[in-house]
């Protein structure tokens, strides 16, 4: 199936804690993103990569390292987990050239104890 | 980036046609206006996207009048699985493309 594929899709883990979401696209776009829901359900973007360049970057703290190896993945690491960072982390891909908007994965639950 | 206002809530029943309204004064030149559904769970889906006058797809239309300052998303015949968060969006189709969502339109459909 052509998607966006993230993992884990739970992830529970105690405050301090390390911890990394993984996303894959094959959908051959050339954009990938990180968005995070908080509980209010506000949807904020927090970093785009475009052919494994950094290009957005939303004053999110630094505890948050996006990395892109290649073009079709785009993974999250984040250190020194806070309870505030609990939220669901969705990933997603865009081809600008294409009219068919951004594709998302279907999340990652964080919860942080 | 144009912000977006739009209803924060709107019921229905099935079988009925749907109109979202979303307001985007400020919209730029080089604007595109999208549409997103995101149910519970789920990451949001693109919907529709338009420029200017109306685009159909097999989901729904988009009608947006000539000052693109306003634009209109239509459900036709809705049915209980489109209840759901409808998010209106204005973004620039360039190197920095980056969706801004706002709190979107909680959809309800009744039986």
């Known amino acids: 199936d052509t998607a966006v594929s993230q993992t884990p899709k739970y992830l529970v883990t105690q405050m301090g804690n390390d911890k990394s979401i993984k996303c894959e696209q094959n959908?051959?776009?050339?954009?990938m993103y990180w968005y995070k829901q908080d509980s209010k359900k506000f949807l904020k973007i927090m970093f785009s990569?475009?052919?494994?360049?950094?290009?957005i970057n939303e004053t999110v703290p630094n505890r948050f390292s996006p990395k892109s190896p290649d073009k079709a993945h785009l993974n999250l690491h984040i250190n020194s987990l806070e309870l505030g960072d609990s939220a669901v982390y969705f990933c997603?891909?865009?081809?600008?050239?294409?009219?068919?908007?951004?594709?998302f994965g279907s999340g990652t639950r964080l919860t942080v104890v | 980036l144009a912000k977006t206002t739009q209803p924060i809530s709107m019921d229905s029943y099935e079988g009925q046609e749907v109109n979202i309204t979303c307001s985007h004064n400020?919209?730029?030149?080089?604007?595109?206006i999208t549409w997103y559904q995101q149910f519970p769970s789920q990451g949001p889906r693109f919907i529709i996207q338009?420029?200017?006058t109306k685009v159909t797809n097999e989901v729904a239309s988009l009608f947006i009048p000539a000052d693109r300052k306003s634009s209109t998303l239509s459900l036709p015949r809705v049915s209980l699985s489109d209840t759901a968060v409808y998010y209106c969006?204005?973004?620039?189709?360039?190197?920095?493309?980056?969706?801004?969502f706002g709190s979107g339109t909680r959809l309800l459909v009744r039986p």
């Open positions: 990569y475009n052919n494994k360049e950094l290009i």
């Open positions: 400020n919209i730029a030149t080089n604007d595109y």
């Open positions: 997603a891909s865009s081809q600008v050239t294409e009219n068919y908007g951004y594709t």
């Open positions: 969006l204005v973004a620039r189709r360039d190197s920095s493309y980056k969706l801004i």
């Open positions: 338009g420029y200017k």
């Open positions: 959908l051959g776009h050339d954009t």
